[in-house]
């Protein structure tokens, strides 16, 4: 995904709650051999990672097999919503 395509999501929630940041999601994977991870766009009341997501949450539909990846692209669509302050 590139910022553009991130961008345009983000102003597509932003009727529904402003996007704060980008959150990692471990997916259960319910006895399959391969972990997941996903990332979410999220609000102000579902960034703190030790709470539960709420409703200010919207799946950007990426699936890592690789934890570090995932962190990785969440540190950067995190600094690509901070810069353009959505």
Same mark, same amino acid.
């Given at each position: 995904?590139?910022?553009?395509?991130?961008?345009?999501?983000? !102003?597509?929630?932003? &009727?529904?709650?402003? +996007?704060?940041?980008?959150?990692?999601?471990?997916?259960?994977?319910? %006895?399959? =051999? !391969?972990?997941?991870? &996903?990332?979410?766009? +999220?609000?102000?009341?579902?960034?703190?990672?030790?709470?539960?997501? %709420?409703? =200010?949450?919207?799946?950007?539909?990426?699936?890592?097999?690789?934890?570090?990846?995932?962190?990785?692209?969440?540190?950067?669509?995190?600094?690509?919503?901070?810069?353009?302050?959505?």
């Amino acid at each position: 995904m590139n910022k553009t395509e991130l961008l345009r999501r983000v !102003t597509c929630c932003n &009727s529904k709650f402003e +996007v704060k940041r980008v959150r990692l999601h471990k997916d259960r994977n319910y %006895g399959l =051999d !391969t972990q997941t991870y &996903s990332l979410w766009l +999220v609000g102000e009341y579902s960034v703190d990672e030790a709470i539960v997501m %709420g409703v =200010d949450a919207m799946p950007l539909c990426l699936k890592f097999r690789s934890i570090d990846k995932a962190m990785k692209e969440r540190d950067k669509f995190n600094r690509w919503i901070n810069s353009t302050n959505c």
